[in-house]
């Protein structure tokens, strides 16, 4: 069982950053996949970063990649998203979310935890 916290959103005008956090509570023992998502209003969540914290191996969506890094602390604790040149499409509730098995992918549906979210707005 894991509980999942973000915080770290905010807003930002276009080209700037943010560095969302989500702290991890639980059997962070185990090896999960974590990763971020995000929502905007009427649409579904779309995934944009995951790791493995087995082995610290990454994948991005296209709308994101290189722009944003996910990362985690040593002590798995802790999950980051740093989101730089930011745009106002980046504008979204921002979730973290992990699961049990492997491999990680972008997929809602492939999640059993989830956090409450932290908003990110980007202005023009």
């Known amino acids: 069982q894991l509980r999942l916290v973000e915080s770290g959103g905010g807003s930002v005008q276009a080209g700037g950053s943010l560095r969302l956090s989500c702290g991890v509570f639980g059997d962070t023992d185990s090896r999960y996949c974590m990763a971020w998502f995000r929502r905007t209003p009427g649409e579904g969540r779309e995934g944009i970063a995951t790791?493995?914290?087995?082995?610290?191996?990454?994948s991005y969506a296209d709308s994101v990649k290189g722009r944003f890094t996910i990362s985690q602390a040593a002590s798995k604790t802790m999950l980051y998203l740093q989101m730089d040149s930011l745009k106002p499409e980046d504008s979204a509730m921002y979730f973290c979310a992990a699961a049990h098995l492997a491999p990680c992918v972008l997929q809602p549906t492939h999640y059993a935890y989830w956090g409450r979210g932290t908003e990110v707005a980007v202005s023009s």
């Open positions: 790791v493995y914290t087995g082995d610290g191996a990454t």
